[in-house]
């Protein structure tokens, strides 16, 4: 089926006819240990790093200061409903459920939080945190991301994690018989790790009755200790490919479907959060490191908060007139239309089903002809649909996703 992409007679401009979902993410920022290949915001409990001197989360301080960070995103979106809350971190489970409790409380209070809406928390196990489940289910968490990694003992040792295989075991266990959404986080290709080892996490997960799965594969970010100091007896890349395409044979022989590149759920049980994140919805982020974006009838809004616990706590106990030295926001700026067939389909291609081309203008606010010149250049290499009613990867495309997303770069 042929793509035919009428060619745009004038420079875009943004005009957005509907705003798209909006939703929240919620950024706690700390660890009892900073794991050697996590490149996330995150930072240990210890003294002078945003905590107190006794290493502990400073919980009165950082609820009273997420809300009144919300206070102030507040004119973005003025009486737009929330449709998912999302607590990432870090290690949100961190938090005693009370504070969990005050935070949602307070978002209820400020914002259109819709009756069904969708509220995560990430969490790592042991029994510290499992503690802690049912007291976050009454706060009005209704999913729990558990950051497993591994059920295997050595694994876990080899990449850092404080747990071992049957605090993963037990805390999933309880997870899955608190909530009734729970994803479980899995990585493969870890050290010394096997084909058989890798698919064996699989099964285990499995056998717990698990519905979602994020897998992944571990890599060596930059600026973290495994990129300085590698890991010996990585799995080489042969291997990975091996170990991928095994797990995601057991993962679709379960019934589990592969909705997104690294997530795997049944049916119904998919993250409406991360999906709105894909399918360009926009979101407010709140925490700090947090990134936000806010549609508006003529502009797209791209934020980051500043990264540092210490000084966005300060900032936020600054009145926004002071001293520019105690700033909030890392940055800030508006899209360019030439920005946004990148922008979209770096999001939308991570979904395997794709989304509908038309999705585009509607999120956008451009027209689709601006998609032309980068869907030419992918139909030629293989990357992407043929399909003109439907923007979705070729299984080419797919593995080989950073190659697909990189032809929408604008000139």
């Not at 409903?81 to 949602?104: D, Q, R, Y």
């Not at 069904?116 to 007291?135: H, K, Q, S, V, Y």
């Not at 060596?220 to 990975?240: I, S």
């Not at 900032?315 to 007139?321: E, F, G, M, N, V």
Request: proline fraction near 8%; charged fraction near 20%; aromatic fraction near 8%.
């Amino acid at each position: 089926m042929e793509r035919i992409l009428i060619a745009a007679a004038a420079p875009a401009t943004i005009r957005l006819t509907t705003l798209p979902p909006l939703s929240l993410y919620v950024h706690v920022p700390w660890c009892l240990r900073k794991c050697p290949y996590c490149d996330f915001n995150s930072h240990e409990l210890r003294p002078h790093t945003g905590a107190s001197d006794a290493g502990e989360v400073p919980v009165a301080a950082f609820v009273e200061a997420v809300l009144l960070d919300l206070e102030r995103d507040l004119p973005l979106t003025w009486g737009r409903p929330v449709h998912s809350i999302f607590f990432g971190g870090g290690t949100p489970s961190l938090l005693p459920a009370a504070a969990v409790a005050e935070i949602i409380s307070g978002i209820r209070a400020r914002v259109r939080l819709l009756p069904d809406a969708e509220i995560t928390l990430e969490a790592n196990p042991g029994t510290f945190e499992a503690e802690r489940f049912e007291g976050f289910r009454a706060a009005g968490v209704t999913r729990l991301s558990l950051g497993v990694q591994s059920f295997d003992d050595t694994s876990l040792q080899r990449i850092g994690r404080v747990h071992d295989g049957g605090a993963a075991r037990s805390a999933a266990v309880h997870a899955l018989e608190t909530f009734a959404r729970v994803n479980l986080d899995l990585m493969y290709g870890l050290p010394g790790q096997s084909v058989d080892d890798a698919v064996r996490d699989i099964e285990r997960a499995l056998a717990l009755g698990a519905e979602h799965l994020s897998v992944y594969h571990l890599t060596l970010e930059p600026n973290t200790l495994f990129a300085a100091r590698p890991p010996e007896h990585l799995p080489d890349e042969d291997v990975a490919d091996e170990m991928a395409q095994a797990l995601s044979q057991r993962l679709t022989q379960s019934g589990l479907q592969n909705y997104e590149v690294s997530a795997w759920a049944r049916p119904g049980a998919e993250c409406q959060h991360n999906l709105n994140y894909w399918q360009f919805g926009d979101y407010l982020g709140i925490g700090p490191g947090a990134h936000a974006k806010i549609s508006f009838p003529d502009r797209i809004l791209r934020q980051s908060r500043v990264r540092q616990p210490r000084d966005w706590l300060n900032a936020l106990q600054t009145p926004p007139s002071a001293a520019p030295s105690a700033r909030l926001l890392d940055s800030e700026r508006h899209l360019l239309p030439k920005e946004l067939p990148f922008e979209f389909m770096l999001n939308a291609l991570r979904l395997r089903a794709g989304v509908p081309t038309s999705l585009f203008a509607e999120r956008a606010g451009v027209s689709s002809a601006m998609l032309a010149r980068g869907i030419e250049e992918a139909l030629a290499r293989g990357l992407i649909d043929p399909d003109p009613r439907v923007l979705r990867a070729t299984p080419l495309g797919a593995r080989f996703l950073n190659d697909l997303v990189s032809v929408f770069l604008p000139d």
